[in-house]
C-alpha cells in the first residue's frame, strides 16, 4: 500500500501489526532514513538486525525464514535492508506470502524507478507499506522542524526554525539529531517543554564554525590515523571542540550513506561524485572518494551508531570527555584502513 501523507505519524507511531515489509524510498535518502528510525521507537524501540541485500538475492527464503524467527534475547527487533533494490524483491514477495511472521523487515531503497519489481510489490500488497520521502522546499522545512521540535519538547518559533532548518540544509535526518541535542543540552521533553532561542543555536547549532572539527572527521574516515593523532593532539581541553567534531562527523556519515548506496547499486564512485556538483565542495572531492570506496553501507551505519553513543555521552556527562572522542576517531581510522 501507498503510505497516505496525513496518516504517516501515526503510521510510524503506532504501526499496524499486519504490516510485514516497509519500503522507504524517494529522493531525500537522509529523510527516508529518519522516517525508519521513527518506525523502529513505534515498533518498541526495536532492535535493528542488518540483513544485506546480496544475501537476500542469493536465498530469497531466507528473509521471511529470519523475520519469523523469535529474538534471541527477547524483546523487540526489525530486519534492517539499506541500500535495497530489486533483487530483494523475491525475498520480499515470500515474506508478505509466508503464514507468519515475528518481525517486521524495513528496507530503505532510494529513488527508485516507477517500474521498479519492489516498489510495485509494496504499493501492491496489504501486508506491506510504501512510505515516499520527498526534499522539503523552504516552507515545508519550516513545518517539518516545529513539529519535530515539539516532539522533541522544544517549542520553535518561525525564524528559529528557518534557522535550524537552513543550517541542516533540509536534511531531515541532521534536522531531528540536531532538535535532539538541543532537547539534551536545554532539558526538554514532551513533558516539560523548552523554548528553542537564538542563544542556543549560536552554542551548538550545525551552521558554527567548525573547519578542524570537519578535518578531524574526514581523517578518520579516510584511515590516515598519524595525522588523525597529530590533529587531536592540538585540540584544546575541554567539551565544546569534541561535540564540534562529533557533530561534524555525524554529517559527514549522513552524505556519505546514499552517496555509497547507490555505489553499491552499481554507479561508480565517480559518476557519484560528478552528479553532485557543486553540492561537493572541490577541496572535499578526494577526501570523499576515498572514503566511498573504503566503507560499505552496512559499515557506515554502525560508525553512525557508535557516534551517536559518543554523542549521548558527550551530553549527559557533566564534564566532558576528550579521551572518548579520541578512542572513537581512531577505532574508526583504524577500520578505515582495515576496508
Known amino acids: ?4 501523507k496525513a496518516g504517516l505519524s501515526k503510521a510510524l507511531a503506532s504501526p499496524d501489526p499486519a504490516i510485514r515489509f516497509y519500503l522507504f524510498h524517494g529522493a531525500d535518502e537522509a529523510g527516508s532514513r529518519a522516517l525508519a528510525l521513527r518506525l523502529l521507537a513505534g515498533l518498541g524501540n526495536a532492535e535493528r538486525f542488518v540483513v544485506v541485500g546480496d544475501a537476500v538475492k542469493s536465498d530469497p527464503a531466507s528473509l521471511a525464514d529470519e523475520a519469523g524467527a523469535m529474538a534471541l534475547f527477547g524483546g523487540k527487533r526489525a ?15 515470500a515474506l508478505l506470502d509466508a503464514p ?19 516498489l510495485k510489490l509494496a504499493e501492491g500488497h496489504d501486508r506491506a507499506l510504501a512510505i515516499c520521502s520527498y526534499v522539503p522546499d523552504a516552507r515545508e522545512a519550516e513545518a517539518l522542524v516545529q513539529d519535530l521540535a515539539r516532539r522533541s519538547g522544544l517549542r520553535a518559533s518561525s525564524e528559529i526554525a528557518r534557522r535550524v532548518a537552513a543550517a541542516a540544509n533540509n536534511n531531515q535526518a541532521i534536522i531531528a539529531s540536531e532538535l535532539d541535542k538541543f532537547a539534551l543540552y536545554l532539558g526538554a521533553d514532551p513533558e516539560r517543554p523548552r523554548d528553542l532561542d537564538a542563544d542556543t543555536l549560536d552554542l551548538l547549532s ?5 573547519a578542524n572539527s570537519l578535518q578531524l572527521g574526514d581523517l578518520a574516515l579516510s584511515g590516515r590515523i598519524d595525522a588523525l593523532l597529530a590533529e587531536l593532539d592540538r585540540l584544546p581541553v575541554g567539551g565544546s571542540a569534541a561535540i564540534g567534531a562529533v557533530r561534524a562527523l ?31 565542495f572541490w577541496r572535499d572531492k578526494d577526501a570523499v572518494k576515498r572514503m566511498l570506496s573504503a566503507w560499505s553501507a552496512e559499515r ?12 549521548r555521552g558527550l551530553f549527559l556527562s557533566p564534564a566532558p570527555d576528550d579521551a572518548s572522542l579520541s578512542e572513537t576517531l581512531i577505532t574508526i581510522a ?4 582495515r576496508r
Open 79 to 93: 530486519i534492517w535492508i539499506e541500500p535495497a533494490g530489486d533483487e530483494i524483491a523475491a525475498g520480499v514477495a
Open 1 to 4: 500500500m501507498k503510505a497516505a
Open 334 to 337: 583504524r577500520a578505515a584502513k
Open 300 to 311: 557506515l551505519a554502525s560508525a553512525a551508531e557508535r557516534v551517536s553513543a559518543l554523542e
Open 100 to 118: 507468519a511472521s515475528e518481525s517486521a523487515v524495513v528496507a530503505l531503497g532510494g529513488a527508485l524507478r516507477k517500474t521498479s519489481a519492489l
Open 206 to 210: 550545525a551552521d558554527a564554525a567548525e
Open 250 to 280: 555525524q554529517r559527514r556519515l549522513l552524505m556519505l550513506a546514499p552517496l555509497r548506496a547507490r555505489v553499491e547499486r552499481g554507479e561508480s564512485v565517480d559518476a557519484v561524485l560528478t552528479s553532485m556538483g557543486k553540492a561537493l
